[in-house]
């Protein structure tokens, strides 16, 4: 082979790695519900609150993100096993591996509320208000607050692969409740007019947690770096904007 061809083989290949090396691959929860992740019609993640904060750390970093949709029973390995390198709207509350990943500073918080139908004949104002009832939630989340009603059999745990799939069991009486996100909710409302109408918000604020990325253990970009990044998106106004995008103000 000619020593030019050789030459630009060899640029080509160490472009490529440079390239590879600079991505930013941002690990997304499928089952977390609208406004978080939005999926078009290929099952794409499409412009959301994950895919406009990926963008926005990635060019924060100076770097291209890619995106990769996990399911949740995939999201706590990926992330350990560095297959991605950060997945956001998280919280090691919700993590059964969060000592073995790196956490960032905070980016936004998270408001969980209880809602049922407005024809149910009681008011939920603590856990044990819940007692007797059937509680829809996310599978594989974590709900320590809920945790001790299961435990003791005086509440029944259905799990759904999404949000909309809970509250569409709570209209056809499969669940008395749903245990869901302020912002989630917002999301789903806007979409379901008609439905959101039938149903009623309890006063329990089931938890409010900050969220966090979860950084892998062998990441493309450190700690460091992943929180530098968040701190100047926050000082600049920029996560702001994109809570803002979505209707929603953080408290």
């Not at 083989?9 to 090396?21: D, E, F, N, P, W």
């Not at 044990?128 to 939630?137: A, E, N, Q, T």
Request: proline content about 5%.
């Amino acid at each position: 082979m000619p020593k030019l061809m050789i030459t630009l083989s060899l640029v080509a290949v160490l472009s490529a790695g440079i390239s590879q090396a600079e991505e930013l691959r941002v690990g997304v929860a499928e089952s977390d519900a609208p406004p978080i992740v939005v999926l078009d019609a290929r099952h794409q993640l499409a412009p959301s609150l994950s895919y406009d904060l990926g963008r926005a750390l990635a060019t924060a970093l100076g770097a291209g993100a890619s995106f990769h949709l996990l399911s949740r029973n995939r999201v706590e390995p990926a992330v350990e096993r560095s297959e991605v390198d950060i997945i956001c709207n998280s919280n090691p509350a919700w993590f059964s591996n969060a000592a073995r990943l790196s956490w960032t500073r905070d980016v936004y918080p998270q408001i969980e509320r209880v809602v049922t139908s407005k024809t149910l004949p009681r008011q939920i104002a603590a856990n044990m208000d819940m007692s007797g009832l059937r509680i829809g939630v996310i599978r594989g989340y974590h709900y320590p607050e809920l945790d001790v009603l299961w435990q003791q059999g005086k509440a029944t745990r259905v799990d759904h692969a999404r949000l909309d799939s809970s509250l569409k069991a709570l209209g056809m009486g499969g669940v008395d409740a749903v245990i869901t996100s302020e912002l989630e909710l917002a999301g789903w409302a806007r979409d379901n007019a008609a439905a959101a109408q039938r149903i009623k918000v309890q006063p329990w604020v089931v938890s409010t947690r900050q969220t966090y990325c979860a950084v892998a253990p062998k990441p493309r970009y450190s700690l460091a770096q992943v929180d530098r990044a968040i701190a100047a998106l926050a000082h600049d106004g920029e996560i702001q904007r994109i809570l803002q995008r979505y209707q929603w103000k953080p408290r």
